[in-house]
């Protein structure tokens, strides 16, 4: 048991993430490549997502904008995303990505469109969800090593 009381809420906090389904076993594969040498590993990693993964959403509204919809570019720029996303573990907006692949794939423009605010509502709480796992991760110190969830 952890006795940093700190340490305890940032092992809730990172057990919620997967509990909720936001996370899956990407992202505790990169947490073991994290180490001394580099102790902000995963979060650089992700912020680096964050920042490359906003430029694929911009060519997605864009591509989405033009009508009549080209199918084969909103796939292709959704696949990079989908890559991008299970890189890091992010495991509903990989969901939410397949979905829109497969709407891409059959025509649907309706479905591409309610998808893709679904897919921006997903990578929003992510998103925060793991800014404050990082704000308490960097509060509360280094970690000893990652350890698989519950």
Known sequence: MERNPMRRQLAVMRQSLFDQGYLDEQFIQLEEL?????????????????RDSARLIL???????????????LDCYMHQFKGSS????????????????????????EG????????????????????????????AGPMQTACRPN
């Open 59 to 73: 060519n997605i509204e864009q591509a989405l904008e033009r009508k009549p919809f080209d199918f084969n570019k």
């Open 34 to 50: 994290q180490d001394d040498a580099n102790p902000n590993f995963v979060e650089e990693i992700v912020t680096l997502y964050y």
């Open 112 to 139: 591409c469109m309610r998808t893709f605010q679904q897919l921006k509502k997903e990578y929003s709480t992510l998103r925060k969800k793991l800014e404050a796992y990082f704000q308490l991760a960097r509060q």
């Open 86 to 109: 299970s890189s890091i573990g992010a495991k509903k907006v990989k969901a939410e990505s397949t979905l829109f692949r497969e709407y891409c794939r059959s025509g649907n423009a």
